[in-house]
C-alpha cells in the first residue's frame, strides 16, 4: 500500500507550507486523485490517521476529490469518460484515445488560518 507513503509525504509538505506562512489552525486537506492513477482515496482515507498523528494537523479533515478520466477519440475527435464507457468512443464505437485526464494526483487546497 503505497498510499501511506504518499499520505506521509502530503503530510510533511502540507505542515512545511503551515509553518512558512505562519498558520495556527489547519481545518482541511484537498487533494485531488485522477481515476486512472494508481492512488486509491479509500486507502488515502484509512492511512491519513496514522500520517497526521502526532503533528499540528491531527485534528484536520482530509478530502478527497476524484477526477474523471475523459479520453479524446482518436477517430471521431469527441472526448468522452474512459471509465463510464469501458474505454470504448460512446460516438463512433472506437477504441483508440488519447487521455485528457484523470491521472492527476495534486494537492488542491490547504484550508486554514
Partial sequence: MHE???MYHVVE????IVEDNELTDVEAIVLQ???LSSVIP??????????VDGTLLENTVLE?????ANGICKSCGKVFALEEHSR???YCNGTEF?????SEFFLKEIRAC
Fill in 13 to 16: 509538505r502540507v505542515i512545511k
Fill in 33 to 35: 486523485v485522477g481515476e
Fill in 42 to 51: 479509500r486507502y488515502l482515507h484509512a492511512c491519513f490517521p496514522a500520517a
Fill in 98 to 102: 488519447e487521455i485528457i485526464s484523470g
Fill in 88 to 90: 470504448q468512443c460512446p
Fill in 4 to 6: 501511506l507513503g504518499i
Fill in 64 to 68: 478527497v476529490e476524484v477526477l474523471r
